[in-house]
């Protein structure tokens, strides 16, 4: 049995819950459909939840601890709108934050990457400036950190190991964050996603987790971060800040390829093209 967490208060988790529900009904998998504040124990072989709000942290916890599998939902890394707010892509990790362990096991097609009209670039190797991407307070608070603590510390270690203008870029989405001592502040403009212009002169991008590491590997930029997919392709020690990491470009393309076969369309999710990626791989 399956078993469908969402939350009340948001809307997108709903509409994808309701996606879920119709993409496992089409093959006739049983479903429970469960708010998440009713959460005690696992019940089920298979948990699907969208974002990490309130209970499903724990959730998403929970279940692989018990020998069961966890299903989190969350915006993709590209394509996040196509077609409409509530119909681009969205990446699904199973028994995880993010599909790092498993989602270069299998060697995909370029096919999936390559609809979104994305050109991987050279490595530069020059830049003025390193580029320090935040997060959000809910994101901080998944990995248990307070809001902009990350950041901050990022900043404090890079001025001991570089002369390079840090600029920070806080996440778009979010309102409360502030200029921080030792980085000039470069939040979004109107256009809130990273494109050719920001990656230009750009040393080296710095972020927890974020989708911007993905981005910054398609520029050509090297990344440093501790989690999420681009992790793999990463420095991870911030003392190394002026001797980065330049990848093969041909397992960096291979990367970006095997990335974007970890997200899927709500039609996608509705019709089960996404739960039969997910057994053809043995996930589920």
């Excluded at 362990?101 to 530069?124: N, S, W």
């Excluded at 806080?170 to 979004?188: F, I, M, T, V």
């Excluded at 590997?217 to 980065?244: K, N, T, Y």
Aim: charged fraction near 25%.
């Amino acid at each position: 049995m399956k078993v469908i967490f969402y939350v009340n208060h948001n809307g997108r988790a709903r509409a994808i819950c309701e996606a879920v529900q119709a993409g496992l009904a089409r093959h006739g998998q049983a479903v429970t459909v469960r708010n998440s504040a009713e959460f005690r124990a696992p019940e089920a072989d298979v948990a699907i939840f969208y974002g990490l709000w309130g209970p499903l942290r724990e959730i998403q916890r929970a279940y692989p601890a018990a020998g069961r599998a966890s299903v989190l939902i969350d915006l993709g890394y590209w394509g996040r709108v196509e077609g409409g707010k509530l119909a681009g892509y969205h990446k699904i990790a199973v028994n995880a934050r993010h599909a790092t362990a498993y989602f270069q096991r299998v060697r995909h097609r370029a096919d999936r990457f390559e609809h979104f009209g994305l050109r991987p670039q050279p490595f530069a190797r020059r830049g003025g400036h390193i580029l320090l991407c935040g997060m959000s307070r809910k994101a901080a608070w998944v990995y248990g950190l307070d809001a902009e603590a990350w950041e901050r510390q990022a900043v404090a270690t890079l001025r001991q190991h570089t002369q390079r203008e840090i600029r920070y870029r806080p996440k778009p989405s979010w309102r409360e964050a502030q200029p921080l001592d030792g980085a000039s502040w470069a939040p979004a403009g109107k256009d809130l996603l990273l494109g050719e212009r920001s990656f230009a002169d750009c040393w080296a991008v710095v972020t927890h987790h974020g989708n911007t590491a993905l981005d910054a590997l398609v520029a050509g930029v090297p990344v440093f971060c501790e989690d999420g997919l681009a992790s793999v392709m990463a420095r991870h020690d911030l003392a190394q800040i002026e001797s980065p990491l330049y990848p093969d470009e041909a397992a960096r393309d291979q990367l970006l390829y095997d990335a974007a076969y970890t997200q899927f369309t709500v039609a996608e999710i509705a019709d089960g093209t996404a739960w039969v990626h997910l057994k053809k791989e043995g996930l589920l």
